[in-house]
């Protein structure tokens, strides 16, 4: 019987598309996939740092896993992502069971340090971000994935305060552009009609040599959404002060660009932002937005926000809430601030705002958002649109969906035709709305 490997995947698009890229290698030698981990013989643990005792949270997992290998000898745990980049050979002795570390710049030797270790016996530590680092477009297991996602921009230069991105995914690495259009082309010819370009800050990417002047992110958008064969084309996520007006530009001119746009502003206080190391003040915000909206009349945004950052006010939870209010965004992440080792913001002076104020502002942020997005959804009843299904929904008989401006969509099949298959575009028209979702029946 072949071996089988189970992965367990927390965070961001980048770990989802890692965990697929981890999964190719393990198929390509002949492993399949359980969703079982008692009955798997490698077990990955694709770790997320950005947030709450991360730590401590993925060695409680890892002391759940390693119970297993009392039932099997065979089974190898790997420790995997930005927790694993973080801790390198700490893990080892925090957990006398873990077979092996493989930070986020070293995602493309999964194959070879599993095959290593089983060969030698011994137990082995990869992280740190080598230049020659493996990236095989050929060993990605793309099944049951609904969009085609595809790394322009790897790592992260910035310097927000509060962030430990840069330290766990390492300094920026631009893809260049022909591999990027390969790797594109290579998708649509599997069927995928909805590619998504990431990145940290994916807006910032630039063609690798090319000095100043070079071709830039507009360029790169330019190229992608000119492919007659990408329906849909998104990309995430974007820096709000690395957008050019060339990219805004690009939305009024490609159809397939999806008329939605993630864009993190943290928060709606210049002084948190300068604070934040952000780099750009609400005001230009607000200008970006406007020029988004005027480029691509009814472009959903969303966007993250950070409550109770060091010496936050009142007056400063003040000035979010406004934001949320004039900008309505059609969905909204917003998080308690979490102080995460070796980033900027703990050498930072300001008060420190007390438990239960930050989760009290977290409250009031999600009461105020709700209205919000309920009555954006409200104003897209009645419209027809296409939407990409993306699985079957928990009611029976319902498909979920997105559309292009990403709402949730849950449409009946119905019984007079056959079910679309995942990751085929349909045409709905929306009959209801709810705070999160839309209900859609198909149409001719
Ligand atoms: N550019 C990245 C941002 C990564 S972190 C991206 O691709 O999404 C994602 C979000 O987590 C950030 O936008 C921020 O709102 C939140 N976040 C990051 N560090 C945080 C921290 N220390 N505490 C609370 N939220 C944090
Ligand atoms: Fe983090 Fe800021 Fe980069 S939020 S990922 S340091 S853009």
């Not at 995602?107 to 016996?121: D, H, K, S």
Request: glycine share 10%.
């Amino acid at each position: 019987m072949s071996q089988r490997f189970y992965i367990e995947t927390w965070g961001c698009q980048m770990n989802e598309l890692d965990t697929q890229r981890m999964a190719g290698q393990l198929m390509q030698q002949g492993m399949l996939p359980t969703r079982v981990p008692a009955e798997a013989d490698v077990i990955l643990l694709n770790s997320c740092s950005v947030r709450e005792k991360a730590e401590q949270k993925a060695y409680s997992r890892l002391g759940e896993y390693r119970l297993l290998k009392r039932e099997n000898d065979r089974l190898r745990i790997g420790f995997c992502g930005c927790v694993a980049e973080q801790e390198g050979r700490r893990a080892l002795s925090r957990v006398a069971e873990l077979d092996f570390v493989l930070g986020t710049g070293r995602i493309g030797e999964m194959g070879r340090v599993l095959e290593e270790c089983r060969r030698t016996g011994r137990r082995m530590v990869a992280t740190g971000f080598p230049d020659d680092q493996h990236y095989d477009i050929d060993t990605i297991a793309r099944d049951g994935q609904y969009k085609g996602m595809v790394t322009v921009i790897e790592g992260c230069n910035k310097r927000c305060t509060f962030c430990i991105v840069p330290t766990t995914r390492g300094a920026e690495r631009c893809r260049p552009i022909a591999q990027i259009l390969a790797e594109v082309r290579h998708l649509v010819g599997l069927g995928f009609v909805e590619i998504e370009l990431l990145g940290q800050t994916v807006n910032h990417w630039r063609e690798p040599g090319e000095e100043a002047g070079g071709r830039d992110f507009a360029d790169l958008l330019e190229a992608v959404a000119s492919l007659e064969a990408v329906r849909r084309l998104r990309f995430v996520t974007s820096y709000p002060r690395d957008f050019t007006p060339r990219m805004v530009e690009t939305f009024a001119r490609h159809e397939n660009l999806c008329p939605y746009l993630h864009l993190p502003v943290q928060s709606g206080s210049d002084a948190v932002l300068r604070r934040m190391g952000r780099g750009y003040e609400i005001d230009s915000y607000l200008r970006l937005v406007d020029g988004l909206r005027k480029a691509r009349p009814g472009i959903a945004l969303s966007t993250d926000l950070i409550v109770g950052f060091p010496g936050e006010t009142d007056q400063d939870f003040e000035a979010t809430l406004a934001l949320v209010h004039r900008v309505r965004f059609g969905s909204l992440f917003a998080f308690k601030y979490s102080p995460r080792p070796g980033t900027p913001a703990l050498r930072l002076r300001d008060p420190e705002v007390p438990g239960e104020v930050a989760d009290e502002r977290l409250q009031r942020l999600f009461a105020a958002q709700s209205p919000i997005q309920r009555g954006l959804n409200e104003e897209l009843v009645g419209k027809e649109t296409e939407v990409l299904v993306t699985g079957w929904s928990k009611q029976p008989g319902y498909l979920t969906g997105r559309t292009g401006c990403h709402r949730v969509v849950h449409f009946a099949v119905g019984s007079r035709r056959p079910a679309p298959a995942l990751g085929t575009l349909v045409e709905v028209r929306l009959t209801r709305a709810n705070d999160h979702s839309l209900l859609a029946e198909r149409v001719a």
